[in-house]
């Protein structure tokens, strides 16, 4: 019996009932501890793979609220810088990646717990560029929503054209990365059964999402999300210094 399987099963869990309940949030909360359990280059298949089912799930039931007009100058930037991202996660050394996902995600929560004045993007001038950083860290580390999210921030959308355009902009930059993965090599057949037996319980974790969606008061669950993000980040950062 694999002894990692357990644990795995526990964080894709969380990871998935993140993104079901907010939107977004599965590759922050489920990357750096399935990273430490499977390594990195295990974590980042594994973690897209239900990403982008998450997607799917969720533009069923929201596909009219997607605003495509936003979110199509994102699509094509973020393919374009997918295979940048790849190319790093081949070439540069684990610990360093480990390294750099771990400040992405620290600086991002302590971004999202402060909640800094920044300026107002009045049009979309500025997608081009968000959507290719968002593309590279998603083909390296499959962060590729906090760029996305800043942007939707930043273009100050409302709470339901937020969740449902993020997951129309997940959904085809997922199958992307996924299709980089792919040739890659990626999709090795430890990965392939992880997905496999994982699946079982992200569909329960995305029913109940679904529920708490409806029902949590997302302001303060978002705010304990993010100080334990904090956390793993830490964690994930003397796990690469000792």
Excluded at 10 to 27: C, K, M, P
Excluded at 88 to 116: D, G, S
Excluded at 137 to 150: D, M, Q, R, W
Excluded at 181 to 208: D, E, K, N, Q, S
């Amino acid at each position: 019996m694999d002894t990692a399987l357990i644990p795995i099963l526990i964080v894709l869990f969380l990871a998935a009932l993140t993104r079901s309940t907010f939107g977004f949030g599965d590759a922050l909360v489920g990357m750096p501890l399935l990273a430490i359990i499977a390594g990195i280059h295990i974590a980042t298949p594994v973690i897209q793979m239900f990403g982008t089912t998450i997607a799917i799930s969720i533009l069923i039931r929201q596909w009219k609220q997607v605003d495509l007009k936003s979110a199509w100058k994102l699509i094509v930037s973020s393919l374009i810088g997918i295979p940048i991202g790849l190319y790093y996660l081949r070439e540069v050394n684990e610990n360093l990646v480990k390294f750099i996902l771990a400040v992405i995600i620290i600086l991002f929560a302590l971004y999202q717990l402060t909640r800094p004045r920044m300026i107002r993007l009045k049009n979309d001038r500025f997608a081009l560029l968000f959507g290719l950083l968002g593309g590279i860290l998603g083909g390296a580390y499959n962060t590729n929503g906090p760029p996305v999210i800043f942007y939707g921030t930043l273009r100050e959308w409302d709470p339901v054209r937020f969740r449902a355009t993020l997951q129309g902009y997940f959904l085809p930059t997922g199958i992307g990365i996924l299709t980089g993965h792919l040739i890659a090599g990626f999709w090795t057949p430890t990965v392939i059964r992880y997905y496999l037996t994982g699946l079982p319980v992200v569909i329960v974790a995305i029913l109940l999402g679904s529920y708490l969606n409806k029902r949590v008061p997302k302001e303060k669950f978002v705010r304990y999300v993010y100080l334990i993000l904090i956390m793993l980040g830490v964690f994930l950062l003397v796990d690469v210094f000792r």
